[in-house]
């Protein structure tokens, strides 16, 4: 799984001119889910998504995590992300997971970020999105599941 996380003023997703979802001050996630990903792997990877301290405190300093910071979360499925863009010009996307099982991944994900008592917004999966957002800062950071999962668990704090 890869994830791109940017901190946001606010974001909205429209599909076919129709304004699907937004937030105000939050987390705008892109989601791409791999082969070989599979549900296990989201409790970790969702936690330590959660837990990032990118949004600023009183004194400017990125120290509050979303929670503590008070904001939204909207998460749009990314198959691009899992695009190899090494060889040639044209990315080939070998990489994705199928749709069906990233489908069933990134709707759990989902359901685990609302069971974890986020708000929640969503895009609308394998849809043609747009996406508008302010990204405050600029601050954007990746969470690669394969570097997170491969360090030792004392690292994940």
Excluded: W
């Excluded at 009183?58 to 190899?84: C, H, P, R, W, Y």
């Excluded at 989902?110 to 609308?124: I, N, P, R, W």
């Excluded at 394998?126 to 690669?144: Q, R, S, W």
Aim: glycine share 10%; with cysteine; charged share 25%.
């Amino acid at each position: 799984m890869i994830a791109v996380i940017q901190n946001v003023e606010n974001a909205s997703v429209s599909v076919a001119g129709t304004l699907v979802s937004s937030i105000e001050k939050g987390m705008l996630v892109y989601f791409g889910v791999e082969k070989g990903d599979d549900e296990s792997m989201l409790d970790r990877f969702l936690s330590k998504m959660m837990r990032l301290r990118i949004f600023k405190d009183e004194n400017g300093k990125m120290n509050l995590s979303l929670s503590q910071a008070g904001g939204e979360v909207m998460i749009i499925s990314q198959f691009t992300l899992a695009g190899d863009i090494y060889r040639g010009n044209r990315p080939g996307f070998d990489n994705a997971a199928h749709p069906d099982d990233a489908r069933a991944i990134y709707e759990k994900a989902v359901g685990m970020l609302g069971d974890m008592g986020y708000k929640v917004a969503t895009g609308m999966f394998g849809e043609h999105m747009k996406v508008v957002y302010c990204n405050d800062g600029p601050e954007t950071f990746i969470l690669d599941s394969r570097r997170l999962l491969h360090k030792p668990q004392d690292n994940f704090v």
